[in-house]
């Protein structure tokens, strides 16, 4: 087996704070059939230690950034979990990155440090002798791991660095430059030098062999100034370098043919999601609805195009569409949601709140979930979406992209739609494509015909673990 270090601020079952857990916890599972071994390492915060239950030490520091440092090596739902250890950087009340509002003021110690020892047990310091090939990090947090190599001269271990959303680039002031043990001569615009600060997301992307996000056609996007963000002229730079592999689905959790929380069903038996429509009609206080019932699941966010939503719910309630959502995020727009609620009582319902079982009842009972997003880098709902034939509606952006099928006349004339797609991503488009769900659904041969296929589409992990452990054989010489 060829082993992989992947280096991350999140892992599922651990911590989770968005889809970069999920992906970061997935990865070790759909890459041991590739031939790859894959150790997690992540920070022990609050109660983790407890979590990993029999662990070893393999490794410790007097003074990691500041303090004494040890990391755990333990197995944890088939994983292998190297936790650091350090409770001066990591042992503290509040959120993982922030507490009551505020980042973290030592942030950029806090995941360098994590960074540093990612960098230690890829050159095998890790008492155990275990020597990874191949060093993967993740998002900012991680960016520093393959700079630490490259800059203390390391060879004989590939790096792929992953950007998972480049709307978070690890921007320290340059006066930290030290603290962070980092070389002055790479404080230029060819290394981690950001507008006169340093970006640790930045120094993972000049310094790693690869660069790898979520999906292709946001790796494409990425190197435009709307999307990339400042980024951009650094990733065309790398276009070469830079490849777009999407996420999968944990087929474990997101089957509707065995999942506990709902009416099980398949392709080819679908009454059972019939049965969960009512269900969730009646869960949500929501009449009979003869149109489409759309949800969401989702942080309320502009990101997400949830003002977008808001704007023309009324004009889909009109025409007959029920609306169910559950999510919570920024206050002015869960109280436009609640607002809309309150317009049209028994067609749309407001659950504030996150609520895992709820959202698989949610997408077993739903005809179509919509995903208006300004930018996706992959998604998941949309994804769910297909899993259950509860049909997708998204704007033409990144993952969403790359995952639905927009039904259009040569699409359905093929046989081949799978959602519905619209771009630009603004209310009257969006408006339209509610339009064109109305329209769809109340033809029941090609609506069931578009459910069949969406639930054969491919969204599991395979496809993507491919691609990794390709990459990394072409790394590992
Ligand atoms: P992002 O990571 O940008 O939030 P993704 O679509 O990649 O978006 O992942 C979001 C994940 O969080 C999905 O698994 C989705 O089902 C879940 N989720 C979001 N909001 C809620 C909620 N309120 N209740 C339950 N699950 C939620």
Redesign the pocket.
Known sequence: MGKVLSVASECVPLVKT???A?VVGALPGALAPEGWEMRVLVPAYPGLAARLGKAKGIWQDDNLFGGPAQVLCGRLDGVTILLLVAPHLYDRPGGIYSAEGRDHADNPERFAALCWVAAELARGAGSDGWRPEVLHAHDWQGGLAPAYLRYSGTTGVGTVMTIH?VAFQGIAPASRLAALRLPPGAFTRDGFEYYGSISTLKAGLVTADRITTVSPTYAEELMRPDFGLGLEGVLAERAGDLQGIL?GVDAAVWSPETDAAIVPYSARRLAGKAENRQRLLREFGLGVIEGPLAIV???LTE??GIDLLAGVLDGFAGAGGGFAL???GEPGLEAAMLAAEARWPGRVAIRI????A??HRMFAGGDAVL?PSRF???????M?GLRYGTIPVVAATGGLNDTVIGASPASLLAGAATGIAFHPVDSVALAGALRRLVQLHGDPRLWSGMIRRAMKADVSWSGPARAYGALYRSLAT
Request: proline share 3%; net charge negative; charged share 20%.
């Open positions: 968005g889809g970069l999920d959303n996420n699941v989702s942080r990101q997400k559950l999510g919570t709140g996150y609520d895992e709820l959202a995903v996706e880098p992959c998604g998941l709902t949309q769910y």
